[in-house]
């Protein structure tokens, strides 16, 4: 950890840096160990989040907030399945199903993430979506990242970015009107 001091030059974005360390490195080891079942590779990706998030600085504005926890949350979770899709790549294991080692940590991680007054009745069905498409609108529209942060953020392509925001706003609006014509029923 002393290293990425190293890297910053200013004080602010130092303290920032361990602001976040203390009160969020057991939370992104927690989230890490449950993709990757190693302690090593856990630290790895916790170490490589905050790689991400020492560019990210200045987009984080407050350290206790539910929309910090969440971006790192976000952050780490993708560095972990990135380094379990390699290491699966690289060990020729069968293939796992990913989405069965994430569900735990993502209802829990999705309760977190927005939990704001006048759009709950929206954050609840984005928890619906599946934990990518989820990603996409809250790094979107919540954090109003652009396309190419976003593709930087979660190792993927511009054009991948654009198609997962198409589909999850698809399935979000299928979500949405399928609850209302539950509503209608009653």
């Known amino acids: 950890m002393l290293i990425f001091f190293a890297v910053i030059d200013d004080e602010y974005s130092r303290s920032k840096l361990e602001a976040l360390y203390v009160k969020y490195c ?9 993709v990757l079942n190693d302690y090593q590779l856990a630290q790895d990706a916790v170490q490589g989040a905050f790689i991400k ?9 407050e350290i206790n907030s539910n929309k910090t926890r969440a971006f790192i949350v976000i952050i780490v979770r993708n560095i972990s399945i990135n380094i379990y899709r390699e290491r ?5 294991m069968p293939l796992e199903d990913i989405e069965d080692i994430l569900s735990d940590d993502t209802q829990v991680i999705d309760e977190k993430i927005i939990n704001m ?16 498409y989820s990603d996409i609108i809250s790094l979107k ?3 109003l990242y652009s396309d190419s942060e976003i593709a930087k953020l979660l190792n993927i392509t511009q054009e991948n970015v654009r ?8 399935n979000l609006i299928k979500i949405l009107s399928q609850s209302k014509g539950l509503l209608e029923n009653e």
């Open 26 to 34: 057991k939370d992104m080891f927690n989230v890490a160990y449950r």
């Open 163 to 170: 198609v997962r925001l198409y589909r999850a706003k698809r």
């Open 141 to 143: 529209y919540f954090y």
């Open 53 to 61: 998030l020492i560019d990210n600085l200045d987009k984080i504005d």
């Open 88 to 92: 699966r790549r690289q060990n020729q």
């Open 117 to 132: 007054e006048m759009i709950g009745q929206l954050a609840l069905k984005i928890k619906e979506l599946q934990p990518a």
